[in-house]
């Protein structure tokens, strides 16, 4: 069965920490997308990932394929980085995402 | 450009009325999606399309139709509106070069079935 699977499913930290948002999946992926929502409700993507790493500011985006298993880090937390972080998993053989169910990140100044 | 837009923002049924939701994009992608956004559940596809005139089932399509007439137009209808479509529908698009394509997000339509 295709799943996608994300830890924790809430987080609360205070402003400046270290974050760090998991993403597990059960079978082989063609890519992986990492998406925030922010309480506003609109969806954009921060990164799509098929191998290794990437960064964006203060956003880093891991993967790995062997033990089928993503995170997102946000260093030098903010309040603004509150939303729900999303990850979306194109497994092989399908047109189409598969979302998990979201990390509601809340950081506190 | 403005990107991915949606019409109605909110709108409130009676369980058997009809409605039909309006995804518009500015940016030639051919495929276009609806999702539909619960509490507690991830991003649930209901219905896609690859391409002006072409459209095809996802996850929850039962209870909704959808038509792709213009390439730049998605359209989801309820014909007969049931509290459990009560939900936050998204629309998205994307270019036609796979998975690995960035999708693009609508802001949302909030409906309410009573």
């Known amino acids: 069965k295709n799943e996608v699977e994300q830890s924790p499913q809430n987080l609360t930290a205070q402003e400046g920490e270290f974050i760090t948002i998991n993403c597990s999946y059960s079978?082989?992926?063609?890519?992986l997308h990492w998406l925030q929502q922010h309480p506003g409700g609109g969806i954009v993507s921060l990164f799509m990932?098929?191998?290794g790493k990437k960064k964006h500011g203060r956003l880093i985006a891991t993967i790995n394929i062997q033990e089928k298993h993503s995170s997102l880090h946000i260093t030098a937390s903010h309040p603004r980085d509150s939303a729900v972080y999303i990850c979306?998993?194109?497994?092989?053989?399908?047109?189409?995402?598969?979302f998990g169910t979201g990390t509601r990140l809340t950081i506190i100044p | 450009n403005a990107g991915v837009t949606q019409t109605p923002k909110f709108r409130v049924l009676k369980t058997g009325q009809s409605m039909t939701l309006l995804c518009a994009q500015d940016?030639?992608?051919?495929?276009m999606y609806w999702y539909r956004q619960d509490p507690g559940m991830g991003l649930r596809l209901i219905h896609y399309?690859?391409?002006?005139?072409?459209?095809a089932k996802g996850e929850v399509p039962d209870g909704y139709n959808v038509s792709r007439l213009k390439k730049q137009n998605f359209l989801l209808g309820l014909e007969s509106a049931a509290p459990s479509q009560t939900s936050v529908y998204f629309c998205?698009?994307?270019?036609?070069?796979?998975?690995?394509?960035?999708?693009?997000f609508g802001p949302g339509t909030r409906l309410l079935v009573l």
């Open positions: 998205a698009s994307r270019t036609s070069g796979g998975n690995q394509e960035t999708q693009y």
């Open positions: 079978v082989g992926i063609s890519a």
């Open positions: 990932l098929s191998s």
């Open positions: 979306a998993v194109a497994f092989f053989g399908n047109e189409k995402l598969t």
């Open positions: 940016m030639n992608h051919e495929y």
């Open positions: 399309s690859v391409g002006e005139g072409t459209t």
